[in-house]
Nanobody, 118 residues
Framework: QVQLVESGGGLVQPGGSLRLSCAAS????????VRWYRQAPGKERELVADLRPTDDNTNYADSVKGRFTISKDSVTNTVYLQMNSLKPDDTAVYYCNAQHLLVSINYWGQGAQVTVSS
């Protein structure tokens, strides 16, 4: 089964931390650009972070710079999003995405709800 399975979402207080996991099965992430998106209620989907496998460069949305970190574990074939200093505005459904570098292959996780509230 080719899939991305997300876990780690939940409810957290402002200032808290969560780490989302995105486990890939049926394919290797080595040849894929990995991205995290989020979609908050009433808002369009937003690109949060990406990681390029060729050089391991990362990019972040201005709203999360300094607070979120995208990473990949090649041994477990898993992508992570470490989220620190969470704010209520971070509340959203978070989706991981893997896009092949060369061919038109694109996979999505099922989404993980992150709620930041006091």
């Amino acid at each position: 089964q080719v899939q991305l399975v997300e876990s780690g979402g939940g409810l957290v207080q402002p200032g808290g931390s969560l780490r989302l996991s995105c486990a890939a099965s049926g394919f290797t992430l080595r040849n894929y650009i990995v991205r995290w998106y989020r979609q908050a209620p009433g808002k369009e989907r937003e690109l949060v972070a990406d990681l390029r496998p060729t050089d391991d460069n990362t990019n972040y949305a201005d709203s999360v710079k300094g607070r979120f970190t995208i990473s990949k574990d090649s041994v477990t074939n898993t992508v992570y999003l470490q989220m620190n200093s969470l704010k209520p505005d971070d509340t959203a459904v978070y989706y991981c995405n893997a896009q092949h570098l060369l061919v038109s292959i694109n996979y999505w996780g099922q989404g993980a709800q992150v709620t930041v509230s006091s």
